[in-house]
């Protein structure tokens, strides 16, 4: 990653303290897998497209890994890989230099990277279960909690640049 700035640490830790906060803020569980749907793609979804895929990345894998540490443990290092990758790809496809948060890249990059996350989990859940059949019952349930991240994130992200806190 290169030279990181005090600056850049401190957006990228506050960053994964709010991912871990929202995902473990509201948590709907799924008991056939042992998984839950949560709140806290809105704010991978934020770092990623406001600040770049380095924050989504990060902010995505630590962040909800650290929250699956405190919820669902036996999906720490799935999550980490699954929720960081897709912080990557919604930063990499991702419009962040439009002053516009609402355009077709950034729903683009929002749907691959929900998209993504469901079926990352889907393969980690076939390893995790040993069959191929009882995690198809998540994969529909985290594309809509993706979607419901892009719900919550661009009003939010709006009002963020509306104030502009980040200037």
């Known amino acids: 990653m290169g030279n990181i700035s005090t600056k850049e640490l401190t957006i990228m830790g506050l960053l994964t303290a709010l991912v871990t906060v929202s995902t473990i803020a509201i948590t709907i569980p799924i008991p056939a897998t042992g998984g839950y749907l949560n709140l806290g793609d809105s704010f991978i979804f934020l770092a990623a497209i406001v600040f770049g895929w380095r924050y989504g990345l990060v902010a995505g894998g630590l962040g909800a890994a650290l929250a699956d540490l405190l919820v669902a443990p036996a999906y720490v290092i799935p999550t980490l890989i699954v929720k960081g990758v897709m912080g990557f790809i919604v930063g990499k496809i991702a ?35 040993g069959n191929f059949k009882t995690p198809l019952v998540e994969f529909g349930p985290n594309v809509l909690q993706g979607l419901i991240g892009a719900l919550i994130f661009f009003p939010m992200a709006l009002a963020i640049k509306k104030s502009k806190i980040l200037k």
């Open 95 to 129: 419009d962040n230099d439009n002053d516009n948060l609402f355009n077709y890249r950034n729903l683009t990059a929002i749907i691959i990277g929900a998209v993504w996350m469901a079926l990352g989990y889907y393969i980690a859940q076939t390893i995790m279960l």
